[in-house]
């Protein structure tokens, strides 16, 4: 031990002289050397031992954190809490280990579900204890099912179930309310929240979809949405809006890569917008023809009758009825009637048209392109900007599937292509990337290996200065010493680093002080002369 603290007094000793036989501008090298070798140890200590936290378990109810953090107590784990104590946070590398450990204990529980039948009956139980803990555990089911919505982060059930009654007109309905918590920036659709309705209404007996109210956590109603008629009347304008970008963007893509192809890419802006028509039309049309060739009988009813006429009767009385000579009666006569109807069939033509939805408005149809002028250069466009406006016009009628004079149409190329050569805003230049953060470079992999090299650096620096010192230089008288030892070896006084913020003024008079200085010091008695001199001439 009095051997160590010897050698410890030497090389104190030793420190100290060989600090006192530095020069100043050595001493401040070194001292900044040192300090920065201090401050890359540092960062880089805290680098290598710093623990990164990543969340475990985030918007944990009260009872669910106090157990987790009870928990990670026992296993030794260290966390950390945030968003008062409904974050916990783990270190990265044991997040996934404990997560698994804290499932074994089935942490964290959120809203208890049937599991709490499994648990062992109290004795004693009643009925109203079970009635209530079904009532728990059916309210813990639903929620858990509706947070698996990808929207939805928390969700809150309710459910409010009269007992039945002995008399069906005195039953109650059952109701339930649910309150969800959506996730940042989301919000649910009325589909979204008809599923929801239609989720808790099937689930629970005795519900209906009317008694089901849903809030979210601003405390809007969001179970007072459009009727399934109006839902089904939105879905099917947005079928149809879809449609009809998905026909522009087809003709805007054939044009805008014909264009391409032709004038250089960003040399030419195409924009389409179309009508489509999605009423559901049918025709019927009727046509009666006569046939040339001859009346076509399609039905014939014939009607004949014969027979004779009766005489007249004899007059009453006895001598007209007693039986005489028979004569012939010239008054009797026979007859033939006959009747015919014919239906002659009539040429008809019956035609029906129906109207597929969809069909597009070609008198509504629009198109507008912006050509670069700079890239019409050398094209066969034609010779004046009215005819190259022209040859684009066709080309893009063309393509699109525009046509004048077609029936029942009313299509102008002029009115309905816009075309318009412009010069083009050149593309600005991307600036140069902006270098990372601090942070992010003392984050990054390779910034330990990079302090260890600079430290090493510095240690080195400063044993070449310490080597120089005690090193005799064997150069010539005369020859200037180079490189480190040129800088360590100058010279720098005190004075000039206090006053380094001197006016030229103060400066000049510090010279001439130091000067007078000098003079006095080399020969008092010259200096004595000039002093008395002055004095004698006031």
Known sequence: METFLNSARQLAAGARGLWAEMSLNRKVLSVGLIALVICIAAVAWVNVTRVDYEPLYTQLSDKDA???VAKLGELGTPYQLEDNGQTILVPAEAKYNTRLKLAEQNLPQGESGFELFRQSTNFGETQTDKRVKYLEALQG?????????????????NLALPEQSLFSEQDEPAKASVVINTEPGQSLSPQEVQAVTNLVANSVERLTAENVVIVDQYGTLLSDVLPQESLAASSQLQMQMALKKEYEKEKQTAIQT???KTLGIDNAVVRVNAELNFNDREERTETYNHDPEGAFIRSEEIIKESGTTPSAAAAPGTDNNIPQYTEVDSTQGSYDK??????????KTETVTRYAPGEVKYDYLTISVLVNNAATQGLKLGSTEAEKINTVRNIVATACGLRENRDNENVSLEENISVAFIDFHPQPVPEAAVPGTVGQLLNSGWMPWALAAAGLLACLAVFLSMRGKNRVPQVEAGVPLSGFEAVADEEIS?????DKNM???DRESQKIKEEIDKLVQSNPENAAQVIKS???EG
């Open 494 to 498: 005190l004075e000039k680093l206090i």
């Open 338 to 347: 006959s009747q015919t109807s014919r239906n002659y069939e009539i040429d």
């Open 258 to 260: 014909m264009l391409d």
């Open 141 to 157: 089911e639903l929620a858990r099912t509706i947070q698996r919505l990808e929207k939805v982060k928390a969700a809150k059930v």
């Open 66 to 68: 106090a157990a987790i």
């Open 534 to 536: 002055w004095l004698l």
């Open 503 to 505: 006016t030229p003024a």
